[in-house]
């Protein structure tokens, strides 16, 4: 007899797990597909965003801001300054406004140029992360052909239509930024000296 009630019993647990399981299998499974589409339109947003970063809008932007456009605007100042001591009759002057071209393109892809040589050290800093290379937004790869198009066109254009002179002034300013002032400054003080002559050279272009 007891064996036949624990046979019964678990006769009659059989179909209680059974029907449990049948249960669970109805409702669990809208359940964990609940969850999948809750995922998946959580991460819906973040696959866009990346898409939007990769546009060319956002490209542009990214490589816009690599010329570092307000800093570089000072030296169409000293550049005029410049010009105006050494013509102060022919102010107004085409050849005036092809200096300052010129004399801006290069200032651009020097700026540009700087950002693709600092990007592992602008990688570590809060400040400097968010740059168009250290984000992703722009390839090395890109940032170079940017850096090299700008400084180039800048020292042609200065060179054919101004003078040699000032298109061999505007590529040293260049090189002396990217090869002596970028690596020198994280080593010594003295970097401000190169810096200094950075600066000093655009007014002698004009």
Wanted: with cysteine; aromatic share 8%.
């Amino acid at each position: 007899v007891g064996r036949r009630r624990h046979g019964g019993a678990l006769s009659q647990r059989g179909p209680q797990n059974g029907h449990l399981g049948a249960f669970s299998l109805a409702f669990g499974a809208p359940r964990f597909l609940g969850k999948m589409l809750n995922y998946r339109h959580m991460s819906a947003p973040v696959a866009t965003y990346t898409r939007q970063q990769r546009s060319l809008w956002s490209v542009s932007v990214a490589l816009w801001e690599m010329t570092k456009a307000r800093l570089s605007s000072l030296v169409l100042l000293t550049t005029a300054v410049g010009f105006a001591l050494a013509e102060p009759a022919v102010i107004v002057s085409p050849v005036l406004g092809w200096t300052l071209l010129g004399t801006l393109l290069a200032a651009f892809g020097a700026n540009a140029l700087n950002q693709c040589l600092e990007y592992p050290r602008d990688l570590q800093m809060a400040r400097t992360c968010r740059r168009a290379i250290p984000s992703g937004r722009v390839g090395i790869g890109l940032g170079f052909a940017w850096s090299g198009l700008l400084l180039g066109s800048g020292t042609i254009l200065l060179t054919v239509v101004v003078n040699p002179v000032a298109g061999a002034l505007a590529l040293l300013v260049g090189l002396l930024y990217v090869g002596a002032y970028t690596p020198l400054k994280q080593r010594t003080s003295l970097a401000t000296l190169i810096g200094a002559v950075c600066g000093a050279i655009p007014p002698i272009i004009g």
